[in-house]
């Protein structure tokens, strides 16, 4: 079974600064895909960024970022110039190329102070 | 607005009661996807339908039901309701069954009392 698991239940970060929320997961998969969202008070779950695990390169999207250990099965998420518009939960997903079940971690709260 | 919908946005029922929640893919996506989050909790993947056939479950109760209809809108069927079923219930729409991440509606707050 494919678990995703973030170790960090909250963080917490000043404006302007930078932040990496941790996530690791198990797979016995080849062909899979991660992802980010974001989740503001709101409640609406909002795709931040998703990594093809075929692809070395780490991806990008503005300030946020990730580092990508497929080795170690490690996929972080980096977000740089913190804003308060930032603050949310975090949750990291799996998805295996062969699969239709997403599977998410229990996620990270951040805070941003100002 | 994700081109997600999901109505209603609020449901307070009784237990033992039978609710039926409607989700409206975004305009070409054809598969239907719905997850269910608890309190301050992850979320929970339930079923998967692909142009109206059922293609994925996970841990869906027997109480509970899906259907994806002609014109791809789903419904998702909660019966004899329990107080632990009180949740956020998502439901997320994908072009198709590949690499891009859903498109999640903006939820139904189940409040059961």
């Known amino acids: 079974a494919q678990t995703v698991t973030q170790s960090q239940p909250e963080m917490s970060v000043q404006e302007a600064e930078t932040v990496t929320l941790s996530c690791t997961y198990d797979?016995?998969?080849?062909?899979?895909?991660l992802f980010w969202y974001k989740q503001p008070p709101s409640r609406q779950m909002i795709l931040v960024i998703r990594?093809?695990?075929?692809?070395?390169q780490n991806a990008t999207e503005n300030r946020f970022s990730v580092n990508f250990q497929k080795a170690a099965k490690s996929f972080s998420l980096k977000i740089s110039d913190s804003q308060l518009g930032d603050a949310a939960m975090y949750f990291c997903?799996?998805?295996?190329?062969?699969?239709?079940?997403?599977?998410f971690g229990a996620g990270t709260r951040l805070t941003v102070k100002p | 607005d994700s081109g997600v919908t999901q109505t209603p946005k609020h449901l307070i029922t009784a237990t033992g009661q039978r609710v039926t929640l409607r989700c409206s893919p975004r305009?070409?996506?054809?598969?239907v996807y719905w997850y269910q989050q608890s309190l301050d909790q992850g979320l929970q993947f339930l079923i998967q339908y692909y142009n109206g056939e059922e293609r994925a479950k996970g841990n869906i109760l027997e109480r509970f039901s899906a259907q994806q209809f002609p014109d791809l809108h789903s419904e998702l069927n909660l019966s004899s309701l329990e107080l632990g079923d009180s949740a956020l219930y998502f439901c997320?729409?994908?072009?198709?069954?590949?690499?891009?991440?859903?498109?999640f509606g903006s939820g139904t707050r189940l409040t059961v009392v």
């Open positions: 990594q093809e695990a075929y692809k070395q």
């Open positions: 305009s070409g996506d054809l598969s």
């Open positions: 797979t016995s998969e080849s062909d899979y895909y």
């Open positions: 997320a729409s994908s072009v198709r069954q590949g690499s891009y991440g859903y498109t």
């Open positions: 997903a799996y998805r295996p190329d062969n699969n239709n079940d997403m599977r």
